[in-house]
């Protein structure tokens, strides 16, 4: 620890002298005060890390002193009428002790011993605070400056620092772990554990022991008793990842925990309490599941009180030049290479690209990039996004939207080969509308199409495609 200031003030010059005296042999620096005014601008100024005070003094009083100076650091107050009163004034006020004149020295001694203690543990602990606070802070950068993750950030200020159960909705990828660790981060638990359990990853007859733990002999295998996932968050917050997934068996089980915020562990006889916040991520369509019969109603509702969705990248393009930047600066810092940029031409086709794993796949293809390729602008060759899938939604939906009232009109009369009279109207225009562009170049078409050239040859020949008409 630094040198420890202390100050001392006292209007009796013959026990300041005393006092400064004791305190510089303690290996004290000291800051003397002759009135209450002088005492509260040595405090103000910050530099102290202990104070004795007199209460009665020139100015103002030690008590007001006290009351001015908060509970920044620790005071002793010295009292020369010893009146319960003014002690008792003192506590209230947030003094660390108080001492009686006349005192002996080693009586002071101890009160300053304590004191000091006090002093270290206040620091680690802001310390140790601090560090938290980094830590979590490092870990829950969250890029984004879309609208809709605006109105996700202004959701979540709202919601954080308060107890509310949140559902997080989202596509895979699209940070609904991420999201979550920031509202725990940024509420007042955050110094106490964060705690996932993935219901999808789980094998489902493990599941109620990994959420609620097991005691000995519970089942084969439980030699030990564990404790589950939810007495792991204990004071802290607990994620029920992919939540969709559970069984209806343990949905129940789940809603009671939390409603009744107690449960039972596997073979256990005893209720055990817990204070835990509950978010919950799911990638599903929970109302549909309800619909279904897989996902229990009352469940939902006690689940999503606020209900946050992350919307998918592709709609959000808007995001993705910003989070690009962000991953591409703290992923050459990591490797401690020279930063990257995106040319023109990548920029473009990542925004055009429909990300169906969205910001994990943004991530993931962009540390690729910056790993396989040494140039400092990066082109689309350095990032090869997946073609076949630029844009293989959209597709989707023009094609369903023409089919549709075809199929309504056919599927009234009865019995019909609908494979095969639809199939080749959808080979026939596409094979000729990339041949057309390659004018009729067949090796192009080929690798454009991303089939085989014999294969492609064939198609023509089964669906009587006429080369020569294509031209122009
Ligand atoms: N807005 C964002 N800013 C920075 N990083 C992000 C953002 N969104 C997601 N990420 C990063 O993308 C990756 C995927 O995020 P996360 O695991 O939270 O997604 P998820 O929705 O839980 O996915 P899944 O459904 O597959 O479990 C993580 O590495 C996360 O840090
Ligand atoms: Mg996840």
């Given at each position: ?31 003397s ?5 002088a005492a509260a ?13 007199d ?10 002193v ?9 005071v002793?107050?010295?009292t ?23 005192f002996?020295?080693?009586e ?8 000091v203690?006090?002093?270290?543990l ?23 400056k879309?609208k ?46 964060f705690i ?5 990853a789980?094998?489902?007859d ?14 084969t ?5 564990r404790?589950g996932k939810f007495e ?8 029920l ?11 129940a ?12 562990r ?13 978010i ?6 929970l109302e ?9 109603e ?10 946050v969705n992350?919307?998918p990248l592709?709609e959000?393009k ?15 810092r ?14 473009a ?5 429909d ?24 082109t ?6 997946p ?15 023409r ?17 095969d ?13 990339v041949l057309?562009?390659?004018?009729n170049n067949?090796?192009?078409a ?7 050239r ?19």
């Open positions: 620890m630094d040198k420890t200031k202390v100050l001392i003030a006292e209007d009796d010059e013959e026990l300041l002298w005393v006092l400064e005296r004791f305190f510089k042999e303690k290996g004290f620096e000291v800051a005060a002759r009135d209450g005014n601008g040595v405090l103000k100024a910050g530099e102290p890390t202990l104070a004795l005070l209460i009665n003094m020139p100015g103002k009083d030690g008590l007001q006290l009351a001015d100076a908060g509970a920044a650091v620790p002793i107050i010295m020369a009428e010893g009146t319960m009163k003014n002690t008792l004034e003192a506590m209230k006020r947030g003094a660390f002790d108080y001492i009686t004149k006349p002996d020295l080693d002071l001694g101890r009160i300053v011993d304590r004191a203690q006090n002093i270290r206040r620091r680690e602990l802001s310390l140790l605070k601090d560090r938290l606070k980094e830590k979590w802070a490092d870990e829950t950068v969250f890029v984004g879309s809709a993750m605006l109105e996700v950030f202004k959701t979540v200020g709202k919601v954080a620092p308060r107890n509310v159960t949140v559902l997080i909705h989202g596509e895979s990828g699209t940070g609904k772990e991420l999201l979550s660790k920031l509202i725990h981060s940024n509420s007042p638990r955050y110094e106490a554990p996932a359990v993935n219901s999808a789980v094998p489902r493990l599941m109620e022991s990994e959420l609620f733990g097991h005691e000995k002999g519970a089942f295998g439980a030699v030990e008793s404790k792991m968050a204990e004071g802290g917050t607990l994620l990842d992919e939540v969709g997934d559970m069984s209806l068996e343990l949905q089980k789940l809603l009671r925990a939390i409603q009744e915020k107690e449960f039972y596997v073979g256990g006889r005893h209720p055990v309490k817990v204070d835990v916040r509950i919950a991520a799911t990638n599903q369509d549909k599941a309800v619909m279904e019969k897989r996902f229990r009352d469940l939902l509702y006690r689940l999503n009180v606020v209900t992350i919307a592709r959000r808007g995001d993705i030049k910003l989070l690009s930047e962000y991953f591409l600066e703290s992923f050459t990591e490797m401690g290479v020279e930063l990257r940029q995106l040319s023109k031409d990548s920029l086709e990542m925004e055009n690209y990300w169906p794993g969205n910001v994990r796949e943004l991530e993931n293809i962009l540390r690729r990039a910056v790993l396989l390729s040494p140039s400092l602008v990066l689309p060759e350095d990032l090869s996004l073609r076949r899938r630029l844009k293989r939604e959209s597709i989707e939906d023009l094609i369903t939207k089919l549709e009232p075809f199929i309504e009109k056919t599927a009234s009369k009865g019995r019909q080969e609908l494979y009279t639809v199939m080749p109207f959808m080979e026939r225009p596409l094979i000729k509308l057309k562009k390659t004018r067949q090796v192009r080929a690798e454009l199409l991303g089939i085989n014999n294969t492609l040859r064939k198609k023509i020949k089964e669906l009587n495609i006429r080369l020569k008409e294509l031209k122009d």
